[in-house]
């Protein structure tokens, strides 16, 4: 064990144990050494391949670091392999960039096959920093043997889940409606939209369109003459001449009226909003029942329609008079709402935009839509259907481009998730959720709400869908690239370097579309070629515990003796998004759970509330908050925050420096103290102190514990009792409330212990041996427990302390984790340090009251309760008083100098605050002694290490020193060689000259 210096670089530190680790190959034996049967099993989410490691990754990792750290210790394999997630548009947007190519007609013409090598050469040559930033917060995971979301083997595993869902007749194919990118051109799944979470408030030109009625014998009927117009409100001009319908709500109050010589029909609660509270006479009003039936005029007549059902006013309960007019506009081809209606009524759902949302109809074909709204309520206002409009303010969605999502009515491949709803709720409740109101919450809530899941893409950078269609509409879908070869005799298999490789003619098989496009499958003399779509990467994520073991093709003993894998943990948008998948395709494929524990952390904003983002410039670059406060400050910021259970934060840089502050330097500060004493006695630890102690706490050996003074007793039962709740909260996924009895721990050594015990410590062996061995032990216990928190501080310490003597190349994370759960803890002892520690914080309190520093020395302490008598020594030592008198009648209030103050549990002392002029020259003595180790701090002068001093000092004081200077020396560990005295100081000045 070797002296260390208080000053410490934590980013030094760990990049000096990162290369130990490196140099000892201490991942890959935290692995070795464990019984592979004994598992505990972690699902890692794969971060997009071009992505830059930022704050919110680096929680997912560190959460993900301490909990596994944790089980491996506990002597479990733990499998911890790194996933890179590659498909996507994310990727086609950079292949696109590259060639200048705007649309799917460039993307076509620059040739499909051509596009995906590139987008597969592109992942390939991502270059990425996310090792330096895994390895500087003391991830351990294999980055090396990474599973890629686009390699054969994880496709293949894919499309065998799909497999296993159309053979339940789960997927079909239909028209829905979905989000849709005109960006991309292509349908966006809701997952894709809550993870990335990204709405914008916009503001969108909304309209109140006039429909006329046709006379009819209704109309008549209820009185309503030829020109009445029924009024609709919508947010979308560009989708009226792809109006329908429209509806009313059966049992709401509309109202005739007469505006300015029009006949209005609006619902009678929203009249003065639609008429911007202009006057108007009511004729009479009608139940939204009396109107179903009606028909009305088409606007615009670009789609010739001869379907009966079109053009008529329907009722539907979920008409809200609360906005709008109270009366919906129905366009089938857009809006869940309007489809849904489209479907119950038989109405028509022409579309007039295309893909790219460019207008297909009128005078605005080639418009996009956003653009051609203002044209659209010209146009409405030159034929009369306008009544008004208005600019709102609503929140839409955007994704990977700058035009905001719009709802689209698509032919597409689905999941019947309706199907599966209710056991996928049934099976919610066997996992343990953290924090657990998201379980029946808002987890629960995801489940019930969501639509059937669209699974094909009209795109070209993902896996493939498996289904290969003939002329007359059979269908072959395959599960395999061995069931595939079935039917293409040119799909063969070959070993390359001793692995078994599939390849379509002389290339590789890969399960993109510039292989499998070409591939055409033959049964019973018939040809299937393969349809265009692609899987929605959604998939993809959904069967990561599945793909990632090449399961069931490879590894199938493995994964199905430890599935449901243990622990998952992402951040709240998953919650909608991976979590929700994951579910959802363990149900279908395996009808069980797919994680047992999840953690869920929350949001982090940057330092101003807002979304972190470079443009605003508010959050500090993480690779120089690393390399200024280390990993350790890092990891134990985030794990002791609300985040991890699931709250929101703004990042602080504030907070995080006072993890540096409160609990990383205190604790090496403890490691410093300790081996500068034991280097000025010359005592270095046996390796039989381990089982001294390990014996005396786990049968408390009477002889050994009575040896031990009452510090020392308290020391071990704090520690034991702080150990059982950080393991229990690692146990229970409460990884907040460990850090807060590490925090606390270190606070109680480092701001009492030490404190009460330095002189004993600063004694001869013969006193300190007992104190040495004591703390020698609880440190390196300690940092044991620690060790998943902050790993590079507990490994430093753990070196040290014990490896360079008793275990070389040996690691804190490769020893078995500290249990102390059985071991009965001492709870007099806490209980009556309890109340020394309170004792003290009384008397603290009326030296603050009465202006008297701690280094003034005061004459008696009195309480009104019996004291051990080793409390009598410590409260003489932490409150500088000469004399403790205990079991005393006191009562709540002050006689004379003698000041008393009372607690909550009534606890009462009094102090007497008079000073003497000897309690005040001792006094003096104390402050001189102060400024002696001040002056030798600045001058970063090793404890221990004595030195000679100059001292300039006023006169007044001159008597002070020469009464004590033999005890001053020694005190301070000086050799004072002059002293001056200079009126012009308020106190003293020292000049260290050099070391004795």
Request: with cysteine; proline share 4%.
């Amino acid at each position: 064990m070797k002296k260390v210096s208080p000053n410490v670089d934590f980013y030094l530190m760990s990049e000096q144990i990162n290369k130990y680790w490196k140099d000892i190959d201490a991942f890959k034996k935290s692995l070795e050494n464990k019984d592979e049967q004994k598992r505990y099993v972690f699902i890692d989410g794969p971060p997009f391949v071009t992505g830059t490691p930022h704050y919110g990754t680096l929680l997912s990792s560190i959460t993900k670091d301490i909990v596994t750290r944790y089980w491996s210790s506990k002597g479990y394999y733990v499998r911890r392999v790194w996933g890179w997630d590659c498909h996507g548009l994310p990727i086609e947007e950079k292949v696109s960039k590259k060639f200048g190519l705007k649309t799917k007609a460039d993307i076509e013409k620059f040739g499909i096959g051509n596009y995906v090598k590139e987008c597969r050469n592109h992942v390939n040559e991502v270059t990425s920093q996310w090792t330096w930033y895994i390895e500087s917060i003391g991830r351990w995971v294999d980055m090396e043997n990474a599973y890629y979301t686009m390699r054969p083997e994880f496709n293949e595993s894919v499309i065998w889940v799909f497999k296993k869902i159309w053979e339940k007749g789960l997927i079909y194919k239909g028209k829905r409606v979905s989000l849709f990118s005109t960006d991309t051109s292509t349908p966006v799944s809701e997952f894709e939209v809550a993870e990335s979470n990204n709405y914008k408030d916009v503001y969108d030109l909304s309209i109140f369109v006039s429909f006329c009625i046709e006379k009819n014998s209704q109309a008549e009927q209820l009185g309503i003459e030829e020109g009445t117009k029924i009024v609709a409100w919508t947010t979308t001009p560009w989708t009226i001449p792809s109006n329908f319908a429209l509806a009313v709500n059966p049992e709401a109050v509309y109202s005739l009226l007469d505006y300015n010589g029009q006949k209005l029909i609006i619902a009678k609660g929203r009249i003065s909003y639609t008429l911007n509270s202009q006057e108007y006479v009511k004729l009479r009003d009608f139940l939204g029942k009396d109107l179903v039936g009606l028909k009305y005029k088409q606007i615009y007549n670009f789609f010739q329609s001869n379907n009966t059902s079109d053009f008529k006013i329907y009722g539907y309960d979920g008409v809200t008079v609360e906005d709008g007019t109270g009366v919906l506009h129905i366009a089938p081809g857009f809006g869940a709402e309007d489809f849904e209606l489209g479907k119950k009524y038989s109405l028509s759902d022409f579309q007039d935009i295309d893909d790219e949302g460019n207008m297909t109809v009128g005078p605005w074909k080639g418009i996009y839509l956003g653009d051609a709204n203002k044209l659209i309520v010209e146009d409405l206002k030159e034929k009369g259907n306008l009544l008004r409009q208005e600019i709102y303010k609503h929140r839409v969605a955007f994704f990977r481009g700058e035009k905001p999502l719009i709802y689209k009515a698509q032919d597409a491949y689905y999941i019947d998730v309706g199907k599966i709803k209710e056991r996928m709720l049934e099976l919610n409740q066997k996992i343990n959720w953290i924090p657990g109101h998201f379980k029946d919450g808002r987890f629960a809530d995801v489940i019930k709400s969501a639509p059937d899941w669209c699974i094909s893409r009209t795109r070209y950078w993902a896996t493939i869908m498996p289904i290969w269609r003939s002329d007359d509409g059979e269908e072959i879908v395959v599960g395999s690239i061995e069931e595939m070869s079935k039917y293409n005799s040119d799909i063969t298999q070959k070993n390359i370097d001793g692995k078994k490789v599939w390849f379509y003619k002389d290339e590789e098989l890969l399960l993109h579309r510039d292989v499998c496009d070409k591939i055409v499958l033959t049964k019973n003399g018939k040809q299937f070629k393969r349809i265009p779509d692609v899987l929605d990467c959604w998939l993809d994520s959904g069967s990561v515990p599945i793909a990632e073991y090449h399961y069931p093709f490879e590894n199938k003993d493995v994964f199905e003796k430890n599935f449901p894998a243990d622990f998952i943990s992402e951040y709240v948008g998953q919650i909608r998004a991976w979590f929700n998948v994951l579910l959802r395709v363990s149900v279908l494929v395996f009808d069980d759970i797919p994680f047992k524990n999840v953690i869920v952390t929350g949001n982090m904003a940057g330092t101003d509330g807002r979304k972190m983002s470079k443009s605003f410039g508010n959050y500090p670059d993480p690779e120089q908050t690393i390399k200024k406060y280390g990993g350790d400050a890092l990891r134990i910021y985030f794990a002791g925050s609300p985040l991890l259970l699931g709250n929101d934060i703004s990042f602080n840089e504030k907070d995080l420096k006072v993890q540096l502050q409160e609990v990383l330097l205190p604790l090496w500060n403890v490691h410093s103290f300790l081996t500068t004493y034991s280097e000025i006695h010359k005592w270095q630890p046996e390796e039989e102190i381990m089982q001294k102690f390990d014996l005396l706490i786990r049968t408390k050996s009477k002889d050994i514990y009575d040896a031990l003074e009452p510090l020392n007793k308290w020391l071990i039962s704090k520690f034991v009792k702080t150990a059982q709740k950080i393991r229990q909260n690692l146990e229970n996924y409460n990884i907040p409330n460990s850090v807060k009895e590490y925090r606390d721990f270190v606070n109680e050594i480092s701001k009492w212990y030490i404190r009460a015990s330095r002189e004993k410590f600063a004694s001869d062996l013969n006193t300190s041996r007992q104190y040495l061995e004591t703390l020698y032990y609880v440190l390196l216990q300690f940092v044991r427990v620690i060790s998943p928190i902050t790993p590079f501080i507990a490994e430093s310490i753990y070196q040290n302390l014990f490896a360079e003597s008793f275990n070389p190349n040996g690691s804190v994370h490769l020893d078995i984790y500290p249990d102390y759960s059985i071991v009965e803890v001492d709870e007099e002892i806490l209980s009556e340090m309890e109340i020394c520690r309170e004792i003290v914080d009384l008397g603290n309190k009326i030296r603050g009251e009465r202006n008297i520093k701690l280094k003034q020395p005061l004459y008696l302490l009195k309480i009104n309760r019996s004291i051990p008598s080793w409390m009598i020594y410590i409260l003489q030592k932490e409150l500088n008083v000469k004399n403790v008198v205990d079991s005393c009648e006191l009562i709540d209030m002050n006689i004379g100098l003698e000041v008393v103050k009372t607690n909550y549990r009534g606890l009462i002392i009094s102090l007497d605050t008079r000073i003497t002029d000897e309690l005040y020259e001792e006094g003096k003595f104390r402050e001189i002694c102060r400024a002696i180790q001040a002056e030798r701090k600045r001058g970063k002068k090793a404890y221990g290490e004595i030195v000679k001093v100059e001292i300039f000092i006023n006169p007044k004081l001159q008597q002070t020193l020469k009464t004590f200077r033999d005890k001053i020396e020694k005190q301070t560990l000086v050799q004072i060689t002059s002293v001056h005295e200079d009126p012009n100081l308020d106190f003293l000045s020292v000049k260290i000259l050099n070391q004795v």
